[in-house]
């Protein structure tokens, strides 16, 4: 089984906090999405590796650590998923970034996917998979599906605000894949919002209903 954290650090929770207040506006909301993202992303590549190069400093030769090989690619689920990514360059700028695009059918609440665009050498990479929230778990489980087809291997689900049946579906669906969320809420609701959430990370990042 992937490994499972919640990243509960004070900073964080202290975000999370302000955007789950439904009067934080679309401006500060984005912000703080984006900040929570750069300090989760601080512990999701904690394990990235390292190793040793030569360099001189002022005082003389030396060696010291440096990343090595592993390149990162972000892919956010659309489109809630595109309010992590900027948090997530700022810490890792040589990062990539692809795309998954989903919706949920309303009648069937399944999700459907209808653009992939990835970096041609997404098979080598660590990948991020992101969306703010994960709920019942079927947008994370269909983009991890899509992208294992096109050869990714090695990827991180990174979310702010998971329900515990879709970690559970998630986990069952794809035990390689390593989960870091922000919080992990009580349940969800019978209309599949996480309880207490944030609401619709979609709408409330790009002020649509």
Not at 33 to 38: G, K, L, P, Q, S
Not at 159 to 175: D, T
């Amino acid at each position: 089984m992937g490994k499972f954290q919640v990243i509960d650090h004070p900073l964080i929770q202290h975000k999370l906090t302000i955007i789950r207040d439904k009067n934080c506006g679309t401006k500060v909301f984005r912000e703080v999405v984006d900040e929570i993202a750069m300090l989760m992303a601080f512990e999701v590549s904690r394990d990235m590796p390292l190793e040793d190069v030569e360099i001189e400093t002022p005082i003389g030769k030396s060696v010291q650590k440096t990343l090595s090989g592993k390149k990162v690619a972000i892919v956010p689920i659309l489109r809630a998923g595109l309010g992590m990514v900027d948090g997530i360059l700022e810490l890792i700028p040589a990062a990539k970034v692809g795309h998954i695009g989903m919706y949920r059918d309303h009648e069937t609440l399944k999700p459907v996917e209808y653009f992939v665009k990835l970096p041609s050498d997404i098979a080598t990479r660590q990948l991020f998979v992101v969306d703010p929230m994960l709920a019942t778990g079927g947008s994370a489980i269909m983009a991890i599906d899509a992208l294992k087809e096109r050869g990714a291997s090695n990827m991180k689900f990174v979310c702010l605000v998971a329900a515990p049946e879709g970690v559970k579906a998630l986990q069952e669906a794809h035990p390689d894949v390593d989960i870091y969320v922000a919080a992990l809420d009580e349940k969800l609701n019978e209309d599949g919002y996480i309880v207490p959430g944030l609401g619709d990370a979609g709408d409330r990042l790009f002020g649509t209903k």
